[in-house]
């Protein structure tokens, strides 16, 4: 069975734009969770999707948003670019409550 | 603040050797923890989990133990392998005003000398 699958892997911004992620969940899996990775704050929460709805968020700016198909693949949005928004972000999927199975990420920078 | 976090940030062990690597936890009313290992370049993987009503688990090499009277977690490895070497997170799940979400400590590199 495939394994979770993010595009793009790498990507650079300038700042005041917007970028889109997607993530394709492993077959099967309803939830999609996102992350943000960076060394200094570790690994944070952003949202969760199940069945096309947010279910849980965490507490980033609006400028994060994100939704989820039928299909259950997810995409997530940060409007207008900061710095601060460099990072590794990473798309989880699961099938039983929070036992997630990570992609291997889009590492953004904003420059 | 993050309500997880580990007492070291960089472990190295002798291959062969059992590893241990800790985490400390502040919410008392956690029910949910895991592990995770995460390689250079790759997502984490899940590694296991522990419920609060469980003071241990045990997988393949590796041991959970949850002291939930000083809220400490911990993951052993046994004989500990050059393949182990990567970072453990911990992580706890959080639930608050109605959300739900997976707290994350800072992590340990763990390195396996040959």
């Known amino acids: 069975k495939a394994g979770v699958t993010q595009t793009p892997r790498y990507l650079i911004k300038t700042r005041g734009q917007q970028v889109t992620l997607s993530c394709s969940p492993i077959?099967?899996?309803?939830?999609v969770s996102w992350y943000q990775q960076t060394p200094g704050q570790g690994l944070q929460f952003l949202f969760e999707?199940?069945?096309?709805?947010?279910?849980n968020k965490g507490n980033f700016p609006g400028r994060f948003s994100g939704r989820q198909f039928s299909n259950s693949r997810s995409e997530m949005n940060v409007s207008t670019l900061e710095l601060g928004d460099s990072a590794l972000y990473l798309c989880?999927?699961?099938?039983?409550?929070?036992?997630?199975?990570f992609g291997p990420g889009t590492r953004l920078t904003v420059l | 603040g993050e309500s997880v976090g580990l007492h070291l940030p960089t472990l190295s062990v002798q291959e062969g050797d059992n590893s241990i690597i800790n985490c400390a936890y502040s919410?008392?009313?956690?029910?949910?923890f895991i592990w995770y290992k995460q390689e250079s370049g790759k997502g984490p993987q899940f590694i296991i989990d522990?419920?609060?009503?469980?003071d241990k688990r045990q997988g393949q090499r590796v041991t959970v133990l949850l002291n939930k009277t000083v809220k400490h977690l911990s993951l052993q490895i046994a004989a500990t392998q050059p393949g182990d070497s990567a970072v453990y997170f911990c992580?706890?799940?959080?639930?608050?005003?109605?959300?739900?979400?997976?707290?994350f400590g800072k992590g340990t590199k763990l390195t396996v000398n040959p």
């Open positions: 989880a999927s699961s099938l039983r409550p929070w036992e997630q199975f």
């Open positions: 077959s099967g899996h309803r939830s």
């Open positions: 999707y199940f069945s096309e709805t947010q279910r």
């Open positions: 919410n008392s009313a956690s029910d949910y």
């Open positions: 522990i419920r609060s009503n469980m």
């Open positions: 992580a706890e799940r959080d639930r608050q005003g109605g959300s739900e979400k997976l707290v």
